[in-house]
């Protein structure tokens, strides 16, 4: 089988700029054999946060991680209800089942792809303790709508932010808006590491400081359990990865949000708009495009895959399969009133390649195939 053409992302070009760098800074961890608590996960923690322009960063093992402490710290479980979007990324949801509380599954705003704030006033009660929204393909979430939802109730907001690290929502960086942000180093996100890791970010000191206690065994002093807590650290490792990243970031947004901008004229520009629809970002928004998700109309978006596959180009569908259809959550502690945008959208989307290092060549190839796959479709629908 041919290498794609035009990857769905290119995480070894990315690093190559940086290789050197990388191996000093991890070459210098395996020296000091501090693998755990070295001093580059609270340099790590503390330069995200400022990057945030939030007052505080904890680290741990991963965004699901992220997610899950937050609803400990909460002291979220059984006889409460947390309302997450169901397309989303699994771990938005099994958080919720994972501390036994009960998972409300509200529907998307069919133009952003967001959770919709008039799906969730629909779905609030008296047992709602919190709302996860999803800053879903690396633009925010309508947090504004949101906080005034839960306005002097006793509901916490926590941001998924594992897709849209530097992402601003009416200029203010995601994950520092809310009660708590949560963020995902996985390696296709827009800030990877070398693995798996997570940060959590709050303006408030003392939830950071449960964050630190819940994700370390609950333990302080040390043998002494005042909580059940879990073991999730991020690793020196790690961190001294991140730490470069972290001063590429803002480049390699840029260089994405680049890529967006130019897909949305090109798509103009060869006349595709009657076919596929691109994304919408809310103007006073900023995006870091994780994802470049179009809808695909008339039913052909599998098609449309299945030729640009064909062709080498790369694409992915986030998501199929709605997160109140998964076979985990029958039957079980779950509620949702209507997804019909939901639904739609699960048949509909289709992500294309953008990444940092893309070529102009690159993003060119895809659009002539978008072109020529439509063109053929218009073909076959006039000698229909
Ligand atoms: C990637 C992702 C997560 C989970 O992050 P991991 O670090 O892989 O555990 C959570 N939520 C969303 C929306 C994600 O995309």
Redesign the pocket.
């Known amino acids: 089988m041919n290498a794609p053409q035009v990857p769905l992302f290119d995480i070894a070009a990315e690093n190559q700029s940086i290789r050197h760098e990388l191996i000093r800074a991890l070459t210098q961890v395996v020296d000091s054999g501090r693998f755990l608590h070295g001093p580059d996960v609270t340099a790590l923690e503390e330069e995200l946060a400022a990057f945030c322009e939030v007052p505080s960063a904890v680290g741990c093992a991963?965004?699901?991680d992220a997610?899950l402490l937050s609803l400990l710290a909460f002291g979220i479980g059984p006889g409460d209800e947390v309302i997450v979007p169901s397309f989303?990324?699994f771990?938005?949801a099994s958080c919720v089942a994972r501390v036994g509380a009960r998972i409300v599954f509200a529907d998307i705003d069919p133009a952003t792809y967001q959770i919709a704030p008039q799906s969730v006033a629909e779905l609030m009660g008296p047992d709602t303790r919190a709302i996860i929204p999803?800053h879903l393909f690396g633009a925010p979430a309508p947090l504004d709508e949101l906080l005034e939802l839960t306005e002097g109730k006793p509901i916490r907001v926590i941001e998924?932010a594992?897709?849209a690290i530097g992402a601003r929502s009416r200029g203010r960086r995601v994950g520092g808006i809310a009660d708590v942000g949560c963020f995902?180093?996985?390696p296709t996100?827009n800030m990877g590491g070398l693995g798996?890791g997570?940060m959590l970010t709050t303006p408030d000191p003392d939830l950071a400081d449960r964050l630190r206690l819940f994700a370390a065994h609950g333990m302080r002093p040390r043998y002494y359990h005042s909580v059940i807590g879990v073991n999730s650290r991020l690793d020196s490792l790690q961190a001294a990865a991140l730490r470069i990243k972290l001063r590429q970031l803002p480049r390699w947004n840029a260089a994405r949000r680049v890529r967006a901008a130019r897909y949305g004229q090109w798509i103009e520009q060869a006349g595709l708009r009657e076919h596929i629809t691109t994304p919408t970002v809310d103007p006073a928004d900023e995006s870091v495009w994780n994802q470049y998700t179009v809808r695909v109309h008339r039913g052909q978006r599998d098609a449309l895959r299945q030729y640009l596959a064909e062709r080498g180009v790369a694409t992915e569908v986030y998501y199929p399969v709605p997160l109140h259809r998964q076979a985990c959550f029958r039957g079980g502690n779950v509620r949702w009133h209507r997804l019909a945008e939901t639904e739609r959208a699960a048949g509909e989307v289709l992500s294309l390649p953008v990444f940092p290092t893309m070529t102009d060549a690159q993003q060119q190839y895809v659009v002539d195939s978008l072109r020529e796959f439509f063109s053929g479709v218009s073909r076959r629908r006039e000698s229909a």
């Open positions: 991963s965004g699901s997610l989303t990324f771990a938005t999803v998924d594992a897709q995902s180093f996985y996100k798996d997570g």
